[in-house]
T-cell receptor, first 113, second 114 residues
Framework: SQKIEQNSEALNIQEGKTATLTCNYT??????LQWYRQDPGRGPVFLLL?????KEKRKERLKVTFDTTLKQSLFHITASQPADSATYLC????????????FGRGTSLIVHP | NAGVMQNPRHLVRRRGQEARLRCSPM?????VYWYRQLPEEGLKFMVY????????ESGMPKERFSAEFPKEGPSILRIQQVVRGDSAAYFC????????????FGPGTRLTVT
């Protein structure tokens, strides 16, 4: 069956360090993968999209990699700040062309000052 | 440019009552998606609509749940005869017609069934 796995344990890091979050998937052949940020009591906010033919994408302090052989995406936040503390969700399109994403459960990131 | 709006933000219903959740997409967006999020679970897709059309309702329970997106006015997610298990956060997202993968979420409606 199709599965998206994100680490359920919170990631605690010190301010200024690089945070790395992992998204693994099985039994998908996604055309794209997305990362969202969700704060408590709020809706997810779209951060980055990476397509299957792209290895890496950057946006300011964010970097996403996409390895379709390993079936894994890594999400990096460099020079992390306490304001980056949130839950980060990865999402894959679940069926070709219809753009209906399937979300992982998310990983909580806590950046300590 | 206002974002996606949802109301009410909080809704309390007794078992057996009806719940109506409203979503106004961003200006220029013609695609609307509804998701449900249970505590400690991921967002689950429910239904995808375009104006006056249901495109995909594969995630919607077969009974008691319905959705519409009329030509004028907001999209409505309707839950009839609510049960305790319907308690969740319901999120709406909208996307522009040419970039359906770019979804913008509303703040959600938290439904509590007592």
């Amino acid at each position: 069956s199709q599965k998206i796995e994100q680490n359920s344990e919170a990631l605690n890091i010190q301010e200024g360090k690089t945070a790395t979050l992992t998204c693994n998937y099985t039994n998908y052949s996604p055309a794209y993968l997305q990362w969202y940020r969700q704060d408590p009591g709020r809706g997810p906010v779209f951060l980055l999209l990476i397509r299957e033919n792209e290895k890496e994408k950057r946006k300011e302090r964010l970097k996403v990699t996409f390895d379709t052989t390993l079936k894994q995406s890594l999400f990096h936040i460099t020079a992390s700040q306490p304001a980056d503390s949130a839950t980060y969700l990865c999402a894959l399109d679940s069926s070709g062309g219809s753009y209906i994403p399937t979300f992982g459960r998310g990983t909580s990131l806590i950046v300590h000052p | 440019n206002a974002g996606v709006m949802q109301n009410p933000r909080h809704l309390v219903r007794r078992r057996g009552q009806e719940a109506r959740l409203r979503c106004s997409p961003m200006k220029g967006h013609s695609h609307v998606y509804w998701y449900r999020q249970l505590p400690e679970e991921g967002l689950k897709f429910m239904v995808y609509l375009q104006k006056e059309n249901i495109i995909d309702e594969s995630g919607m329970p077969k009974e008691r749940f319905s959705a519409e997106f009329p030509k004028e006015g907001p999209s409505i997610l309707r839950i009839q005869q609510v049960v305790r298990g319907d308690s969740a956060a319901y999120f709406c997202a909208s996307s522009p017609p040419d970039r359906s993968y770019e979804q913008y979420f509303g703040p959600g409606t938290r439904l509590t069934v007592t």
